[in-house]
């Protein structure tokens, strides 16, 4: 139930019962002032009987006019005050109706009697009359006092009746009140907690974990929408772990193709360039040799011109992947120069472990068996390497490179397909 | 939690209507059986067994139906029933008989039951006019008692009339009949003569003359053995005269329907009662004032009046409705 409804339930029928309270309440004080009335009037018929009998029986004893006037005069105003009841409740008005009814037989008997003024002893019948009157004497005060009583205890009942009433009635609502205020209480309590929980969750960065056990109100629906934009927030939000991998992925994807020959996949000049400088200083600071194999594939041109441009690149692939294949150790590096031309850079090798990568590379790429019919050397494609190593004189960055170059030139010069180690008498050549 | 409140709710509401109605344990009805004379004036009785107030208070009365008061009471004496409804005139006879009988509450008085019915061409208009005639009476009966009221304060000699020994319901016929010149009988045969005859018959103004109770009575030995059970019948006749009081229509309805009578007759008769349970004085009174008579017209062979006051058994009713016991 909505959460309004509860409140709207609970007003009402905390509004109807102190209404009810309020109706029965005026019931109460009507009946507690009926019965105070009923006996108020029963008091004063018991006195008005007790004078009428008192005057009855002074008659009955003197009989005289004045005597006979007293009675009648009180006989009078019983009849009046019998004749104008206050509401009566049904037991009370049978009590009235037996005075009415006595006062009515006095009358009677009285009007057969011959009484005698000089006192002396009444005859046979005379006397049964008045020993009938006494009887209803003793009726009308006997119903009298009843009346008197049961109207008193009437006023005893109607407090209890009522009063007794009004407090189950009180009790009943305290109750079904006391226990509809906790029920809404606990019910908004549990929704506010599961609602904080999911709340807490979230600002902890935990978005999968939405509200649960709610009831149909308005906190649920409150929920239900805090659940859906945390859905929103899980499908559109990444974690800047997240995004630190991708930036880092995306950075080095982007450092790889900066540094990487888009044809061969081998690493570019700018790379060659900056690994060159490393590893020519760590060749300087741990005083190990650092070799450099330059590479250029024979007669590329008349291959590029023969079998056209798009041949010709797959050719340049295949050479690199060849060196590439062969460098067994993470730390050498192969790299494309540019054009047909190709660097190897192999740290902590000396010159005979230089020759013989160059050696085992010219064979390789040679075993390729890529034909080469234009070539006036081979049928094959081969390459020519230029072999340096860095030493006491290769005092400035760019003399290895030129060492390697001249290798390789020699390399040219002696007919390709070969490689050369530079010497320093190669220096003198022209 | 819902459920615990739920719970606490209703165990709530529960123990607040077990307050409401009080918890009565039942018991298995105890047997009785009650000679009722068969007049409205034993309305209390009928309307408590039409409307079970007897099994209510736990009670499995027998209604065993007489005609008169004398006849309930001997049914009472025979043991043919625990409890009868008589008049006070027979509850008098009946003590000044030696029988010992117990007097539980009277339950409805009436100042006009006994009436003085004539032939119109017996010309009895005024008491006096009764000198010299023809009455029917039921000997020792409250018929007897009242007549000798009359010819009292009409100063006729007993020996002057010629009293004519009848059973209650033979009076219509023998008045109609002229076998008697005027009966002095008890309702409903006073209505019955009435509306037999028509302008025939003449009711004589003896109203408030005379005030017939009518009591619930039994034998002292039943009454010492039985008080719990008098109480319960007691309790259902309060009931009904609380129901007479209030519901005055549906009671005559009963009435009407259950004695099968008319709807006329009991308008005739219902003014003149009046239906409560008491024990007073004034019942002690009449009782003796009827036994003083009875004698003083040798009504009775017994020269000495009981001590009536040990005919009355106030416990039962003091238990039930102290209010309404004032001896």
């Known amino acids: 139930m909505r959460v309004k409804t509860q409140f709207y339930l609970l007003a009402s029928i905390t509004t109807s019962s102190i209404l009810a309270l309020s109706v029965s309440m005026v019931i109460a004080f009507i009946s507690v002032d009926r019965a105070l009335d009923q006996n108020a009037y029963a008091n004063s018929i018991l006195k008005s009987v007790s004078a009428l009998t008192h005057e009855l029986r002074y008659l009955i004893k003197y009989p005289n006019a004045q005597t006979k ?32 009814q006595r006062n009515s037989s006095i009358v009677a008997l009285y009007s057969h009697l011959e009484l005698r003024p000089d006192g002396s002893d009444l005859n046979a019948i005379n006397a049964h009359l008045v020993d009938k009157l006494y009887a209803q004497i003793e009726t009308i005060r006997d119903d009298s006092f009843q ?59 935990l978005l999968n974990q939405p509200v649960k056990g ?33 930036v880092e992925e995306e950075t080095r994807q982007l450092k790889l193709l900066s540094e990487t020959d888009a ?49 010709g690149d797959i050719a340049l692939s295949r050479v690199a992947q060849a060196i590439a294949e062969i460098l067994p150790r993470e730390t050498d590096f192969a790299a494309r120069y540019g054009g047909e031309e190709f660097v190897v850079l192999l740290p902590a090798t000396d010159i005979e472990g230089a020759r013989i990568m160059a050696e085992r590379m010219c064979n390789s790429i ?59 008498d190669q220096g003198d050549l022209p | 939690m819902n459920k615990i409140i739920i719970a606490i709710i209703m165990v709530g509401v529960a123990l607040a209507t077990s307050l409401l109605f009080t918890y009565e344990e039942t018991i298995p009805l105890k047997p009785l059986s009650i000679a009722v004379s068969r007049t409205p004036l034993s309305a209390p009785v009928y309307i408590a067994e039409e409307k079970g107030y007897f099994e209510d208070a736990g009670i499995l009365v027998t209604l065993d139906e007489v005609v008169g008061g004398y006849r309930s009471f001997q049914a009472v004496k025979k043991g043919q029933s625990n409890l009868g409804t008589s008049s006070c005139s027979v509850m008098m006879f009946t003590g ?108 004589l103004e003896t109203k408030n003359l005379h005030t017939l109770s009518f009591n619930l009575a039994t034998t002292r030995d039943y009454a010492d053995q039985h ?44 003014p003149d009662y009046l239906f409560k349970l008491a024990l007073n004085h004034s019942l002690v009174l009449s009782l003796e004032n009827q036994a003083r008579w009875a004698i003083d017209n040798q009504l009775t062979d017994k020269q000495t009046i009981p001590m009536f006051h040990n005919n009355i058994d106030k416990r039962a009713l003091t238990a039930v409705l102290p209010e309404a016991v004032s001896l």
């Open chain 1, 69 to 100: 006037n007293r009675w009648r005069k009180e006989q009078k105003k019983l009849t009046i005050l019998i004749a104008k009841p206050p509401k009566l409740t049904a037991r009370l008005k049978i009590l009235l109706m037996g005075i009415e």
């Open chain 2, 96 to 203: 000044m008989g030696g029988d010992d009988y117990v007097i539980l509450s009277s339950f409805v008085q009436s100042d006009n039951d006994l009436k003085l019915v004539s032939r119109s061409d017996a010309e009895i208009i005024r008491m006096e006019d009764l000198a010299n005639k023809k009455i029917g009476v039921v000997k020792t009966t409250a018929s007897e008692y009242f007549l000798s009221i009359l010819l009292g304060i009409a100063n006729i000699d007993r020996q002057s009339v010629q009293l004519i020994e009848l059973k209650p319901e033979e009076m219509p016929d023998a008045l109609a009949e002229g076998r008697v010149d005027a009966i002095s009988v008890w309702e409903p045969y006073g209505f019955y003569s009435v509306q037999k005859m028509g302008k025939n018959a003449r009711v």
């Open chain 1, 263 to 311: 044809l061969t996949k081998l690493a570019n000049r700018r790379a060659f360039d900056n690994r060159y400088l490393a590893e020519l200083s760590n060749s300087k600071r741990n005083g190990l040799p650092l070799c450099l194999l330059m590479v250029d594939i024979d007669h590329f041109k008349l291959y590029n011109d023969g079998y056209g441009h798009k041949k």
């Open chain 2, 227 to 270: 008080q719990a059970e008098l109480e319960l019948v007691l309790k259902a006749l309060y009931r009904a005269t609380e129901f007479i009081a209030e519901s005055p229509e549906e009671a005559r309805t009963i009435i009407r329907n259950r004695l099968n009578k008319q709807q006329d007759f009991i308008d005739w008769i219902w």
């Open chain 1, 366 to 424: 040679r075993l390729i068996n890529i034909p080469h019919l234009y070539s006036p050397d081979a049928k094959v494609l081969t390459v020519s390497i230029g072999v340096a190593v860095t030493g006491e004189n290769t005092t400035t960055e760019s003399e290895l490179i030129q060492h390697a170059d001249d290798a390789l030139y020699q390399a040219k010069h002696n007919g390709r397909n070969q490689y050369q180690a530079y010497r320093h």
């Open chain 1, 147 to 205: 009346l008197s009583s049961f109207a008193n205890a009437e006023i005893q009942q109607v407090f209890t009746r009522q009063f007794s009433g009004m407090l189950i009635v009180l009790l009943i609502l305290a109750v079904v009140l006391i226990g509809m205020s906790i029920y809404i209480y606990q019910g908004i309590r549990n929704s506010l907690y599961q609602l904080n929980k999911g709340v807490s969750a979230v600002s902890k960065g």
């Open chain 1, 214 to 246: 709610l009831k149909n109100d308005e906190i649920a629906e409150i929920a239900h929408r805090f659940n859906a934009m945390v859905g929103v927030l899980d499908q559109t939000t990444v974690s800047r772990d997240q995004l630190k991998m991708v």
